[in-house]
């Protein structure tokens, strides 16, 4: 029965999306400023101090298609703009001369600034411009980025960002910027300059990075903690996935600009290529291992048609890597983000039904994909210059981290519970089981006492009373035979003396079958000693029993078990393997027990399993339970040179030094 949502979790997402809803807006309206009118931007009035770094925003002078450096404006004053250009933006998309200009080409802007008065010594920011760039101050080149060109094969673009020092003369500063863009979708400058003395844009670098570093340690635990869960327990595929994703991740952040490029910190500078798309590829690789981390938790409520989507949109782009130009790829990683953000959307909708259905662990995930949404639309508006906000993806992507971190924890914990009540359960079962044993082997031992004086009883009836009554019925039919020697009835008197003559026999045999009437007064048994006299005298066999005992006199009571077991062993012995020898062993040590070995010469147990119509199973079987009775150890294997050996290892718990070997020989009388 499925559990009722609680509200709790929906309260908290609701309080944490107005916090991101309004902490853009406050970042926002305290990073305000005046902008650029006409290629002109006063900052007379501007104050570093309580306002924050000046952003360079507004409308720059836009010169298409001309690569202008500032000695062509001292040389020429009368140069025309092609027109304004709001910054920060792109050219694609503007009317220039009544055409609407493309994403590639190349051009100059140019902006001159009124500053306030105590602006000295000033730092500018210019940050991922994806194109070629170079930028003069006052006629004085302060910084660049890759190589500018007028088509794809002489430009060579690179991402960066730079701080370049700037030192004004007097209150004018004028900006000339040269850009170039042959293998973007969109030419321009995405991400404002921004204006500072020397500190503010230096320490934003460092927290920047600081954060960087503190996210990559965090993503680097979380990779290696959930790697060990899923080494510990491989159908825990969930933290295998996870794990995956968190990687990816991390690869993401250290060599994408929301980090800052902080990997290049580290490792020497790559190619412009390689620095373009390499994040690119984690992150298209995030979204199968994100959805396949969901499908493994809740595998009924998501669909696997997501999963063929986000498997193709990485395969596509895996294609294009090689093959197409940049413009196309940079234009199928717009609409990559649009299909990102529509599996968003459905992640937060299964995330809420798992919620709502009381699933474990879902509210946690609900609430860390909600906010991770809600970063991403703002970041989306915020590139696309519909709101003028902070990118807040590195706190989403955080947050979504330790939520899903969260979620996992509460899944193991609870399997964790479920493991420990489980183990508690099965060990009272154990204990009862192991009780229940205990009272079944002692009813057992109960039952095999009782029927071994059951079967003396009925041995000593049978042997003081029929056996007695058949030997006096002999004796008289005997004597009856010798009085009508001669007569007409001598015949049949003489059979009716033969067959009580055998009559008695058998009752004896029975009785002695059942409890010998001899007995070994150093055993607490039955005589082994008779038993194979016995044997040796109704099969011929040569039977031998040899004894070493540490007790005078043994009080052994597993004796008599182990008296059936040598029976059986021998029966089988004598009349399935056919043998010739049979050797009987009874060893007792102070480290062993009570060891019984019945080994003979016959044809095996293959070979009269064959010849028996039982297979020897039933006796086979007696004798295992027999022995499991006394806890004792029942071993049946071929001997080397033929034949089989029969040992029987029981426990004893007294020992001493006596030593006795007896030898029968077979006994052909009757």
């Not at 599996?343 to 879902?362: E, K, Q, T």
């Not at 696309?384 to 807040?392: A, D, F, S």
């Not at 359960?425 to 079944?440: C, F, P, V, Y």
């Not at 393997?577 to 147990?605: F, N, P």
Request: hydrophobic share 40%.
């Amino acid at each position: 029965m499925n559990r009722a949502f609680h509200p709790f979790p929906l309260r908290l997402a609701l309080l944490l999306t107005a916090a991101f809803l309004l902490l853009p807006c406050c970042r926002a309206t305290a990073n305000g400023g005046p902008l650029a009118e006409n290629g002109v931007l006063d900052l007379r009035l501007f104050d570093p101090a309580t306002m924050g770094p000046a952003r360079l925003d507004g409308a720059w002078e836009f010169y298409w298609n001309r690569l202008l450096t500032p000695q062509d404006f001292v040389e020429n004053t009368a140069l025309a703009p092609s027109g304004l250009i709001s910054l920060p933006g792109t050219w694609k998309g503007m009317l220039v001369n009544g055409e609407e200009l493309g994403g590639t080409g190349q051009a100059t802007l140019r902006l001159r600034l009124r500053l306030w008065p105590e602006a000295h010594t000033l730092t500018l920011r210019l940050f991922d411009i994806p194109m070629a760039y170079r930028l003069w101050a006052n006629g004085e080149f302060v910084a660049g980025s890759g190589t500018v060109g007028t088509d794809a094969d002489s430009e060579t673009p690179q991402r960066s960002l730079v701080l370049a020092g700037i030192t004004p003369k007097g209150e004018n500063l004028e900006l000339v910027l040269q850009i170039s863009n042959h293998h973007f979708r969109a030419g321009g400058v995405p991400e404002g300059l921004r204006l500072a003395p020397p500190g503010p844009l230096e320490a934003e670098r460092d927290r920047t990075w600081t954060f960087a570093y503190f996210f990559a340690g965090c993503l680097m635990i979380t990779v290696l903690y959930h790697l060990f869960l899923f080494h510990l327990d491989r159908t825990q595929i969930s933290a295998g996935y996870f794990s995956v994703f968190c990687l990816c991740l991390l690869c993401y952040s250290m060599t994408s600009n929301t980090s800052f490029w902080a990997i290049n910190r580290f490792l020497p500078a790559l190619s412009p290529r390689w620095y373009e798309y390499i994040p690119l590829f984690f992150y298209m690789a995030c979204a199968p291992m994100l959805f396949r981390f969901y499908s493994s938790l809740y595998p009924q409520v998501f669909h696997p048609a997501v999963r063929h989507l986000v498997d193709l949109r990485f395969l596509i782009f895996l294609a294009l890597l090689p093959t197409a130009p940049d413009h196309l790829i940079s234009q199928y990683i717009a609409f990559s983000i649009f299909v990102g953000l529509g599996c968003a959307i459905y992640y937060v909708l299964r995330l809420s039904a798992c919620a709502w259905r009381g699933m474990s662990g879902a509210g946690l995930l609900l609430l860390g994909s909600g906010v991770s949404l809600l970063a991403s639309l703002n970041d989306g508006l915020s590139h696309t210059k519909h709101i003028n906000t902070p990118y807040l993806i590195k706190f989403g992507i955080l947050f979504l981290v330790v939520t899903q971190s969260l979620a996992l924890a509460k899944r193991f914990s609870h399997a964790f519970l479920s493991v420990e009540k489980l183990s508690e359960e099965l060990e009272h079962k154990n204990q009862s089981l192991m009780a229940e044993m205990e009272d079944r082997n002692r009813l057992e031992q109960e039952v095999i006492s009782i029927s071994e004086d059951e079967r003396r009883r009925i041995s000593h009836e049978l042997h003081d009373g029929l056996c007695q009554k058949l030997t006096g019925a002999r004796l008289r039919a005997s004597i009856l035979n010798k009085r009508l020697a001669g007569t007409d009835d001598a015949t049949t008197v003489a059979s009716l003396a033969a067959l009580l003559d055998a009559s008695t026999d058998d009752a004896y045999r029975t009785s002695r079958g059942l409890w010998p009437v001899e007995h070994d007064p150093a055993m607490p048994g039955p005589s082994l000693d008779d038993l194979v006299r016995r044997i040796a005298r109704d099969t011929g066999a040569d039977v031998r029993i040899e004894r070493h005992r540490h007790c005078g006199q043994c009080t052994n009571s597993n004796m008599s078990t182990l008296y059936r077991i040598a029976q059986e062993a021998l029966t089988n012995a004598a009349k399935h393997a056919q043998a010739h020898t049979i050797r009987v062993k009874l060893h007792c040590s102070a480290q062993d027990g009570i060891t019984l070995t019945v080994c003979d010469d016959g044809i095996g147990r293959t070979a009269s399993a064959r010849q028996s119509s039982r297979g020897g199973g039933l006796g086979l079987g007696i004798m295992a339970h027999r022995a499991g009775v006394i806890h004792a150890k029942l071993t049946i294997e071929d001997a080397p040179q033929g034949g089989t050996i029969v040992t029987c290892a029981a426990p004893c718990d007294r020992h001493s030094s006596p030593t006795s070997t007896r030898r029968t020989l077979p006994d052909v009388s009757r």
